[in-house]
């Protein structure tokens, strides 16, 4: 990574896919459900132990990024069934232990990325966190049950999208793409004209999710740039629109 003048820069190693989602309320999961108990973080905990649960932590947010069982210990969570669609019994999960994460509201706060068999032949979920319908860049959840539904594993983390953070641009996409161009002809000594940029797209950062950093969560435009010609340049590059 590295930032220069509200443009920060990384290797793009894998592309972002995103997908549209059916929102459901937090009511309309806790029905799922079956229960409007709100529980402690650490009667979840406590529970998950009971349970044999391996747990991991963020050294720096604290917050829960593994929950695991062996396989023939899969963990009922009530409201989920073998019957439903993945997604569903993935947000069902999502809605008991997603606030070990940092989700709070599942039904608001994530859309489906993917969805897949897994090797327990269950379902493996990937959710992506949103903030006020904008991505957050590394927040996601991924959801694993074996193929009566039950937890098998879940992983993941979320950013701490400060409230009143706005995701209204005072940065237009065409000035950040202009910057995100400039920014890497510096980097590799070249001319902007030998570069293309991908139409940006508005986006939450929170640098604690990509690397050991302390910076605020902020509004981006998110843009890939690729070199016209023959040399190997491309960076996922995030310019603020604040």
């Not at 008991?96 to 897994?118: C, H, Q, V, W």
């Amino acid at each position: 990574m590295k930032t220069n003048k509200g443009v920060v820069r990384y290797l793009v190693p894998v592309a972002a896919v995103l997908s549209m989602a059916v929102f459901l309320s937090s009511a309309e999961l806790q029905a799922a459900a079956g229960t409007k108990i709100q529980y402690t973080e650490a009667q979840l905990v406590a529970g998950l132990n009971e349970s044999g649960a391996r747990i991991t932590r963020n050294r720096a947010s604290k917050r829960v990024s593994f929950i695991g069982v062996d396989p023939h210990r899969s963990i009922h969570v009530e409201g989920v069934s073998a019957g439903a669609e993945p997604e569903r019994n993935a947000r069902v999960i999502a809605t008991a232990y997603g606030p070990l994460f940092g989700i709070k509201d599942p039904g608001s706060e994530l859309t489906l990325m993917k969805t897949r068999r897994n090797a327990a032949g269950g379902s493996m979920v990937r959710l992506q966190q949103v903030y006020q319908g904008v991505p957050v860049i590394g927040g996601e959840l991924i959801v694993n049950m074996d193929n009566a539904a039950k937890l098998v594993a879940m992983n993941g983390e979320a950013a701490a999208v400060p409230r009143g953070l706005s995701t209204e641009a005072q940065v237009t996409a065409a000035a950040a793409r202009s910057s995100a161009l400039a920014a890497v002809a510096k980097w590799y000594k070249t001319g902007t004209g030998a570069l293309r940029a991908a139409a940006p797209t508005l986006a939450i950062y929170d640098p604690r999710l990509i690397s050991p950093s302390t910076g605020p969560v902020r509004l981006v435009w998110r843009t890939e740039v690729k070199s016209t010609q023959r040399e190997p340049i491309r960076e996922l590059v995030l310019v603020d629109a604040a």
